[in-house]
């Protein structure tokens, strides 16, 4: 097969599908980023024209990835085409507008990929456990779905088949609505004084996580999903219209000796509560069913191996630890370790904890 | 001193207090809660008319924070008042209008909290490292302001002295913002379908984690701050309208020849620029300068037992983890250990785990 655009995405699949055991060939415009892809294991370079592909897959950036599918399409008539943006209507547009083959084209769109971007960032298991969304066209043949799955599920993704509608508005919402919500929180702290910035809590650092992402790849993102995007944006946005009209009814009333009025605060109040039912759907890591852990904290000295020798602790409790967190404080000689577990596993490790001498926190 | 309100702050600051040598007396309208608290060890049950108290710290849920400041300044008239409500403007307008003694008056706000509320979830090292806001009226004596200064430094947090004006606005941003992009973001995911919501990524989860809060605080917290918080409000919703409008723009285009218009494309860009501005001046946690922690990445059997030998190594290896997130592959035998230290240690940390026989990725 035949990987066009060496990236993070093409030669971290390179990387996996070549361990896999797949013949694969690299391409890219640019020569040093298709030698470092080769000399970090993602395939052999392909040749100018190289031999006839089974199935091409297109890791371009998004913006051009509906001209090299074309491109692709046309070079290798036997060839299954697939790609790899994460928007696909505006790719099978630009597909469909060239009136390529739709039968051989199957879209993709593989969940996985880190804060970095690049070859040098590439990891072999980067889709291991990950969401891979296969995008068929109404006329793809079953042939050419399968080798689309096939090498999805090689990678060790999970997929998922929708069409390119669904999943457009699919990662309008739990993709690019966080992601833009994420940016305007941030952009607001451009203005704010320093002291103010010094009493920011874990709160605003999760919901701006996100913020530092990269310009250049986010736009054309967004961009590329602007039909789906503006639609779910333009409701966050009336939401956001009615909290202010609302805010704004509450503070014209302060000072009055009336209570607010009932309208206002159902306002706000909705706002809490429909997040909570919107937050309370999100499935657990990975497709799970949501578990809510429960979280035991111990206190810790903040030297080396302590945390180590913790951690062995709870091991031998029996204790399967799911997420820990690390809170030092502030020029104190310890740490606060909250170490999440299933709610039957507290009590006991609670004990265990206690029972070799750790300060266990109720 | 006396704390009136035995919640999660009241009686937490009641067993910090106790601890560190104060003698404090506790009140809650809840015979229930206060029995608690005493029981917690946050001090002993107050009389009902107790011994004239040189402090009284109102711990009141904060629509009812005013009127507890008023009565106490009343009922004891050589006491110091403070209060812990995280908003300030209200309370203070509300002691204004009663017009209480402002001089014995200094407001507060421990800039601390659980995602769970009441005396049960207490704890006396609630406020070690975090902000406790002092926030003077401009006729507070300097007697008044010291002994709250005092009680807060006592507990282990950091003061920052502030008019409840700079307070109110700078929560409304770092705080209150936050929680409603969080929510409305959430709330979003009410009506997406199951398999859209399976797409669902760290990102989103980061986001919206604290969509969970608690709806009736958080209608008090936010209608509470209406003044500051629309204003800050009504700019996200302006930004919004401005990428919904562009974003309209470039999906009118789409399917046309022109490229898009510049100006459309732009206003997503910045969204997206603008955002890293503000994000990169989020200072590290406590208010240390922020420092870009790397990550060194560890595969790890999941099995009991084994986490604690990895963090033993890494502690034997003389290295401080700064941060640790587990993900655990869908159905794999092992997880992914993404261990954050300070750039120094990343090669040596990689070397000395590689040489201990753990598989390390770049």
New interface residues.
């Given amino acids: 097969m035949l990987i066009r655009g060496t990236g993070l995405i093409g030669t971290s699949l390179g990387i996996a599908l070549t361990r896999a055991g797949y013949a694969v060939s690299l391409a890219d415009p640019s020569p040093t980023a298709q030698g470092l892809a080769r000399d970090l294991g993602a395939g052999r370079l392909a040749l100018d024209e190289p031999e006839d592909p089974d199935l091409v897959v297109v890791a371009a950036p998004p913006d051009v990835t509906a001209d090299v599918v074309v491109d692709s399409l046309t070079r290798w008539p036997r060839a299954v085409v697939t790609d790899v943006a994460s928007v696909k209507g505006?790719v099978l547009?630009g597909v469909r507008?060239a009136r390529a083959d739709l039968t051989r084209y199957v879209g993709g769109h593989p969940?996985a990929g880190r804060e970095r971007s690049g070859a040098g960032?590439a990891?072999g298991?980067l889709f291991?456990?990950r969401?891979w969304?296969v995008v068929p066209t109404e006329t793809s043949t079953k042939a050419a779905v399968d080798t689309v799955v096939e090498i999805a599920r090689a990678v060790?993704s999970?997929v998922?088949v929708?069409s390119a509608a669904?999943h457009d508005?699919?990662?309008a919402?739990?993709?690019h609505?966080?992601?833009?919500?994420?940016?305007?929180?941030?952009?607001?702290?451009?203005t704010?004084?320093e002291?103010?910035?010094?009493?920011?809590?874990q709160?605003?650092?999760?919901?701006?996580?996100?913020?530092?992402?990269?310009?250049r790849l986010?736009?054309q993102i967004?961009?590329g999903n602007?039909?789906s995007?503006?639609t779910?944006?333009?409701?966050?946005?009336d939401?956001?219209?009615e909290?202010?009209e609302a805010?704004?009814a509450?503070?014209g009333e302060?000072?009055a000796d009336d209570s607010?009025a009932v309208g206002?605060?159902e306002v706000?109040?909705r706002?809490?509560?429909?997040?909570?039912?919107?937050?309370?759907?999100?499935?657990g890591?990975?497709?799970?069913a949501p578990t809510a852990y429960e979280i035991v904290t111990a206190l810790v000295p903040?030297?080396?191996?302590?945390?180590?020798?913790?951690?062995?602790?709870?091991?031998?409790?029996?204790?399967?630890?799911?997420?820990?967190?690390?809170?030092?404080?502030?020029?104190?000689p310890f740490g606060?370790a909250q170490i999440s577990v299933v709610p039957a596993a507290v009590e006991p490790l609670q004990r265990a904890l206690a029972a070799k001498g750790w300060r266990v926190?109720?």
């Fill in positions: 505006v547009d507008r969940m960032h990891r298991d291991e456990g969401a969304v060790g999970a998922s929708m669904d508005a699919a990662v919402a739990v993709s609505l966080p992601q833009v919500a994420a940016s305007l929180v941030a952009a607001q702290l451009r704010v004084d002291q103010a910035l010094a009493l920011a809590g709160g605003v650092r999760d919901v701006t996580r996100i913020a530092a992402s990269d310009p986010w736009t967004l961009a602007a039909a995007l503006r779910v944006l333009a409701r966050v946005r939401d956001l219209g909290l202010v805010l704004t509450l503070d302060a000072g607010p206002s605060l706000v109040s706002t809490i509560t429909h997040g909570n039912t919107g937050h309370a759907r999100i499935p890591k990975h497709g799970a903040d030297t080396p191996g302590a945390l180590g020798r913790l951690l062995t602790d709870v091991g031998e409790a029996g204790v399967n630890l799911e997420e820990l967190e690390i809170d030092h404080g502030l020029g104190q606060l926190l109720d």
